[in-house]
């Protein structure tokens, strides 16, 4: 929660009547917690998470969204994509795999609001299945 707060207080200070912009960046919690971007909302565009602890552990996914659409007569909008994603702890493996995005949100000025899940295929150091999740916000300035 505590790396979540700067980011929000950042979105909140900057909330003007505007229209989302091409890159928007904020925070977002749940698997992963930490830094979140997204570039060219719209057909396609692209998202990224980052998480860290500086002593011992990384983990990033990128998705390309293949979609980005409104539910029909609804402010709520959806978006979706593959990706992949990669994660090192110090001491252990690195793994590797695939991963798919799936996700519901709703602009508010420049405010993007989002809650996803994320099912991942690990490819390396072995094959397993997880589910992430997150909600978040991002701001687009």
């Not at 091409?22 to 909302?41: A, C, D």
């Not at 998202?47 to 998705?63: K, N, R, S, T």
Request: glycine share 16%; no cysteine.
């Amino acid at each position: 929660m505590k790396r979540f707060l700067p980011f929000l207080l950042l979105a909140v200070t900057f909330s003007v009547s505007a229209q989302p912009g091409g890159f928007g960046i904020g925070g977002q919690i749940g698997e992963p917690t930490g830094l979140t971007i997204k570039v060219g909302p719209g057909p396609i565009a692209f998202d990224a998470a980052a998480e860290w602890d500086f002593d011992d552990y990384f983990f990033l996914q990128g998705h390309i969204l293949l979609s980005e659409r409104r539910f029909p007569g609804s402010p709520v909008g959806y978006f979706y994509g593959p990706g992949l994603f990669i994660g090192d702890r110090q001491g252990g493996d690195t793994a590797f795999g695939l991963s798919f995005n799936a996700a519901v949100n709703y602009y508010t000025g420049p405010i993007e609001i989002f809650g996803q899940i994320t099912p991942r295929l690990r490819l390396t150091p072995d094959s397993d299945f997880d589910m992430g999740w997150a909600i978040g916000i991002r701001f687009f300035p």
